[in-house]
Nanobody, 118 residues
Framework: QLQLVESGGGLQQTGDSLNLSCAAS????????LGWFRQAPGKERELVVS????????YYKDSVKGRFTISRDNDKKMMYLQMNDLNPEDSAVYYC???????????WGKGTLVTVSS
């Protein structure tokens, strides 16, 4: 079992930067793929970024490439999402996820709200 807790969300203005954190407790963190999903009001949940267990393979949704950076620290059981040049389309609840693969993200945090005003 793994428990995930997000932090760092808030209200930002267009062009601002924000760093989200995900703290994990439990076993197996270092063996899991990690990622961030987001869900905006009235929209489907979508995968934004992911990172392999060793941190060597990453995926970025096209709209965030060059602006967002995912990283992980297996020793600290932490994952981070650095978000730069935010825009209103980035407004959503961001969820920290973990699991054996992209299609099997077994563990979810409760989410942290990011709001970007124009």
């Amino acid at each position: 079992q793994l428990q995930l807790v997000e932090s760092g969300g808030g209200l930002q203005q267009t062009g601002d930067s924000l760093n989200l954190s995900c703290a994990a407790s439990g076993r197996g963190f270092h063996t899991y793929m990690l990622g961030w999903f987001r869900q905006a009001p009235g929209k489907e949940r979508e995968l934004v970024v992911s990172i392999s267990w060793r941190g060597t393979v990453t995926y970025y949704k096209d709209s965030v490439k060059g602006r967002f950076t995912i990283s992980r620290d297996n020793d600290k059981k932490m994952m981070y999402l650095q978000m730069n040049d935010l825009n209103p389309e980035d407004s959503a609840v961001y969820y920290c996820v973990a699991g054996p693969s992209i299609n099997n993200m077994k563990y979810w945090g409760k989410g942290t709200l990011v709001t970007v005003s124009s």
